[in-house]
Nanobody
Framework: QVQLVESGGGLVQPGGSLRLSCSAS????????MAWFRQPPGKGRELVAA????????GYAGSVKGRFTISRDNDKNTVFLQMTNLKVEDTAVYYC??????????????????WGQGTQVTVSS
């Protein structure tokens, strides 16, 4: 079965850093684009970052560009989101997603539409 499992969430102070990980199984990870979404309390889900299967292109939401970095390790079937200079407004449940998407004028190839269970990130002093 397809499985995406996020980890690394937690409580962090404003200005701090956190790294999220997503471990994938049940599909050909190395042939699929990956992405991170987030859903703040009481708001809709939004795309945060995306990466192609071979890491030759990445895309970021304007609100996180320069602070967040998406990366992947195809040998370990894992995608990461390194978050720095965190702000209170970054508080959300963060979700890992596998499959194709179009984002900011670029197409990220992949197959299927798979989601992880989410991990909570809380930025508070």
């Amino acid at each position: 079965q397809v499985q995406l499992v996020e980890s690394g969430g937690g409580l962090v102070q404003p200005g701090g850093s956190l790294r999220l990980s997503c471990s994938a199984s049940g599909f050909t990870f190395s042939e699929s684009a990956m992405a991170w979404f987030r859903q703040p309390p009481g708001k809709g889900r939004e795309l945060v970052a995306a990466i192609t299967s071979r890491s030759d292109a990445t895309g970021y939401a304007g609100s996180v560009k320069g602070r967040f970095t998406i990366s992947r390790d195809n040998d370990k079937n894992t995608v990461f989101l390194q978050m720095t200079n965190l702000k209170v407004e970054d508080t959300a449940v963060y979700y890992c997603r596998a499959g194709a998407l179009s984002f900011r004028g670029l197409y990220y190839p992949g197959r299927g539409d798979y989601w992880g269970q989410g991990t909570q990130v809380t930025v508070s002093s």
